[in-house]
Structure formats: C-alpha cells, structure tokens
C-alpha cells in the first residue's frame, strides 16, 4: 500500500519560510514524477512544482519561481519544498502527489499524471 505523508505546515508571517517535506512509504520514487499542489480555500487545486526523479528535472509554477524550492533525498525517499517570502496568497492545503513518470508527453502540473496523492499539510501565511 503506497501512502504519502506530508509535514512541515503551520502558521508563518508574510515573508517568512516554511518546509514541506513527503515522505513515501510502501514505493520507491526511483522511477518517478514527484509533484506539489495546493488548494486555497474556494479554488481549485493548482500546480506547484515537480521533479522529475530520473534525471532531476524541476518544473514551477509562475508563482512559485524564484521563491519555492524543491528537492530530493534519495536515501530518505523524500521530497522537500522549501517556500521563502512567503505571502498571504500562498495559504492553501500543500499535496504531494507522485507516480511512474510514464508520460513525457503531457504538461507535468496535469492532476491527472498522478496516482498517489498525500492528506495534505496546511499552510497559513498571515499579513
């Protein structure tokens, strides 16, 4: 059974920082596409940044460029979002999402690329 585990949410001013961290346990993201998105409260879930395991290509979002990080550690099956500067519109429950990246040929923020979804960590950024 593949289960992703988010952590690291939590209250923070504007402007300061915050890291996710998902951690997988029943798979192993060796072969994988490994994404983060977010819902704020009233929209749709959108795209926040991916890498792609094999070859470590990263991917963001306009939003998110420049300020978010994201990384891997190999030995710990895990995958990090650093989120710097941090703003008001950044609150949002943050989800980690991973699968076999089997399809090179589609936007790599497509929800649909992705089986295995984490519960979510909240982020809340006060003004």
């Known amino acids: 059974q593949v289960q992703l585990v988010e952590s690291g949410g939590g209250l923070v001013q504007a402007g300061g920082s915050l890291r996710l961290s998902c951690a997988a346990s029943g798979r192993v993201f060796s072969s994988d596409v490994v994404g983060w998105f977010r819902q704020a409260p009233g929209k749709e879930r959108e795209f926040v940044s991916a890498v792609r395991w094999s070859g470590g290509s990263l991917y963001y979002a306009n939003s998110a460029k420049g300020r978010f990080t994201i990384s891997r550690d190999n030995a710990k099956n895990t995958v990090y979002l650093q989120m710097s500067s941090l703003k008001p519109e950044d609150t949002a429950v943050y989800y980690c999402?991973?699968?076999?990246?089997?399809?090179?040929?589609?936007?790599?923020?497509?929800?649909?690329?992705?089986?295995?979804w984490g519960q979510g960590t909240q982020v809340t950024v006060s003004s």
């Open positions: 999402a991973a699968d076999r990246d089997r399809d090179r040929t589609r936007w790599i923020g497509d929800q649909s690329l992705y089986e295995y």
